[in-house]
């Protein structure tokens, strides 16, 4: 079955960087899309970053973008968020999910920028 699990997360200063892991098995990574989702607090899911199976192509939300870079290593089944120039807005648990739209989370990470 689908197993999704995030690491890296934690607590950080503003202008802070950290790098979000996430193990994948279950599923032919190299074939698949990947996503990071994040759930700041009272708010509902937004989309972070996307990339494709073979790491060409990238995806991100405004929000994010020029500061956070997804990338993949299909080796090791593994997708990583880098996270730099944090700022308090940025305070949410992060989410792995398979595919564009995704039908598999992980159990997600706590970032939190204080």
């Known amino acids: 079955h689908v197993q999704l699990v995030e690491s890296g997360g934690g607590l950080v200063q503003p202008g802070g960087s950290l790098r979000l892991s996430c193990s994948a098995s279950g599923f032919t990574f190299n074939n698949a899309a990947m996503s990071w989702i994040r759930q700041a607090p009272g708010k509902g899911l937004e989309f972070v970053a996307s990339?494709?199976?073979?790491?060409?192509?990238?995806y991100y939300a405004d929000s994010v973008k020029g500061r956070f870079t997804i990338s993949r290593d299909n080796a090791k089944n593994t997708v990583y968020l880098q996270l730099n120039g944090l700022n308090t807005e940025d305070t949410a648990i992060y989410y792995c999910?398979?595919?564009?739209?995704?039908?598999?989370w992980g159990q997600g990470t706590q970032v939190t920028v204080s």
């Open positions: 999910a398979d595919g564009y739209t995704p039908t598999h």
């Open positions: 990339i494709s199976g073979n790491g060409r192509i990238t």
